[in-house]
């Protein structure tokens, strides 16, 4: 069964159209992550949260924007997308405590297309 | 401050041929986590291993085999009999024990050329 489960796996949006991606996890884990991750590159981190408490990258732009309404669930929105914000949107989680952290667990990805 | 380094941007290897991806890491904590993550054409990454920095016993699971040395700070990972469906690429990661960060290698695109 999915652990970490991202909707939709695919999102077309105008240019300039507000979007909103989701995710949610069944494991229960603290951390929650939101990458950027265009072709051919590693997977960049927008932000993160660790329970409520959130963590802005100093190069996330402020068109990105990211809500967690409880443990399950995280909400990457979008402002106002452009045509370089076309990427895939990877979620992923894992637990934080200090001598047991855990690897990161991902979903399958948001592929986001700006026309 | 911490970095991953994997040289080799893309590796093609004939079916049945062993393969080693490399992996370099950069940290001055003393407790830290390594990872290796496959991304198929699916695009979801998927967790392959995870290794503590106070454990640098090598592991070997199946065709896999994860070869971790800090005197050299390398975590090295290698196919045996390289497989078409092991046409990915391979993410190394570092985390430290004070922090939520992953750092990631810019990855190694692996072909298998049946």
């Known amino acids: 069964d999915a652990m970490v489960i991202q909707n939709p796996r695919y999102q077309v949006t105008q240019f300039g159209k507000p979007v909103t991606l989701s995710c949610s996890q069944t494991l229960n884990h603290n951390v929650m992550y939101w990458y950027q991750q265009k072709s051919s590159q590693a997977p960049k981190l927008l932000f993160h949260y660790y329970d409520k408490d959130f963590n802005n990258e100093a190069d996330t732009p402020d068109n990105f924007q990211s809500r967690r309404p409880n443990t399950s669930f995280c909400f990457l929105d979008i402002r106002s997308p452009g045509l370089g914000d076309a990427a895939m949107y990877l979620c992923a989680t894992s637990r934080y405590a200090r001598g047991r952290n855990t690897e990161a667990f991902f979903g399958q990805g948001t592929r986001l297309t700006v026309v | 401050a911490q970095k991953v380094t994997q040289a080799q941007t893309e590796i093609s290897v004939v079916e049945k041929e062993d393969v080693t991806l490399d992996c370099v890491y950069e940290?001055?904590?003393?407790?830290?986590?390594l990872f290796w993550y496959k991304q198929p054409p699916s695009g979801e990454l998927v967790f392959l291993i995870r290794r503590n920095s106070f454990d640098e016993q090598n592991e070997i699971s199946g065709r896999y085999s994860w070869n971790f040395q800090k005197s050299t700070s390398s975590f090295n990972f290698t196919i045996t009999a390289s497989q078409v469906v092991d046409s990915a690429v391979y993410f190394c990661?570092?985390?430290?024990?004070?922090?939520?960060?992953?750092?990631f290698g810019t990855g190694t695109s692996l072909t298998v050329i049946p």
């Open positions: 990661a570092l985390r430290m024990d004070t922090g939520n960060q992953f750092y």
């Open positions: 940290t001055r904590d003393t407790t830290y986590y």
